[in-house]
C-alpha cells in the first residue's frame, strides 16, 4: 500500500533521488532481515533498526529539504506540455475551418 502511494507522489512532488534511495533500501533491509542466520546474534533486531531509519530517514530529508528546483521544472513541463496541446488544438481547428490545407 505504501508502494502504490510512494510512486505517484514521489514522481509529483519530490523528485530526490537520494531520498528515493534511502526509502528503497529501508524496505529492503526489512526483508533481508530474515534471510540472514548468524549463529552468534540475531541479526533481526539490528536491520529492522536500521530499515525503519531509513525510511525514516528519507522522510525527514523530503520534509526538510524539499528539492524546489526539481518542483520548478516539473511545473514547467507541465505547462510546456498544455502549450503544447492547445497549439494542437488550434492547429486543429484551423485545418477544420479550412484556414490551412
Known sequence: MGIIAFIPAY???HGRKSCLA???CGPFCLLLRRHIDLPAFSVEPLATAVGASLI???????LRFPNAAS???R?????????????A???LRKVE???IT
Not at 525514516?56 to 523530503?62: E, Q, S, W
Not at 511545473?75 to 498544455?82: H, I, L, P, V, Y
Request: aromatic share 6%.
Open 11 to 13: 514522481r509529483k512532488k
Open 22 to 24: 534511502l526509502f528503497a
Open 56 to 62: 525514516i530517514g528519507a522522510h525527514v530529508l523530503n
Open 71 to 73: 518542483v520548478a521544472m
Open 75 to 87: 511545473c514547467a513541463n507541465q505547462w510546456a506540455r498544455r502549450l503544447q496541446r492547445a497549439e
Open 89 to 91: 488544438r488550434l492547429q
Open 97 to 99: 475551418s479550412g484556414q
